[in-house]
């Protein structure tokens, strides 16, 4: 007897009671291993659970509360898993009809054309000789401020995948607000066209947007980020104009859209800067700014040497804003960027 319970309970209740708690013991065990299911786990557990409360409501009402939060915490898993199935599907989609692999290599040949900054800066990348990059993937950390007036940084784990014989690339990313609070993102380009999807806590949207100025604004991003996939310098895409000794002038027109920015060179033939008259922002009074990307810093992933520390810089009215400061952990090209996803 338990003086507790004021309502009897048959042995085959209780063993549906039993059966509860191990739902909850086995969805906390999968949950502390990110399992990828456990959240289906959370509702059976949460199922079974409540009706019982119900069945027993005068002495098992207050397991209602925490139901309701794990029930929560199981939805919010849905959600993450659900985006994930979402990105895995759209970059298989991308790489399968985006990736030509071949073993062409870049000769002295392929880059006689080109302004001597662009041609010395293939050649310090170390590109030469080597098999024409058709995809990359990068891995990367950052920090980042979601407007000019905040005064803390956002910690966010990124992974990018980019194709050069057709332009496009599928950027996702994971930004931790707080303990309760972070928010999945998901930049993408593909046949010249943009979107950008934003989703709170992976289940509401809070950016879903399309549109001209979004798909101009992507292919600067793709050529500026040409850093890291030195191939695309020989694109069909692209053209090059000199500007002095130092600096060359770039232009990428794809399926209707164009980008076009400027690229800075130090002595030794290393990318330090790139520029473009971007647009901020994708609605109706949308305007272009002056917008940078600054290395810090250079590494070699596979032989070839990109840049590994980078930051973002709007140049606004008001002033510089500063929002992304950005390091790359892994580049992985061809061959090996494809067995991440197991595609041939």
Known sequence: DVKGITQAIPKMMGLVWRLAMLCFFTYAVLYFQNAKHAWLIGFIAVGVSQCLIVLYWHDAKAGTIPNLIILAVSHSGMGYQNFQNLIRRETEHLLASNVRMDDDTISDGDISKLPAPVKNWLTQS??????????????????????????????????????????AFIWTVDVAMNNALHFLGRDKLENGKAQMLIKANSLFNLVNEKGEKLNEAAMQRYLGEMVWAPSLALSPFITWEAVNDTTAKATIIYRGTKGTGVFTFNASGDVIKFSAMRFKGNDAEAKRYEWTIQVLEYSVFDGVRVPSRVTSTWKLDDGDWTWLKLMVTDIKYNEQALNTLSLH
């Open 126 to 167: 170390g590109v030469l000789n080597r098999p024409r990059i058709s995809v990359a993937k990068l891995t990367q950390i950052a920090e980042l401020q979601m407007q000019p007036t905040q005064k803390s940084w956002l910690t966010a784990e990124a992974t990018q995948y980019t194709t050069i014989d057709r332009p």
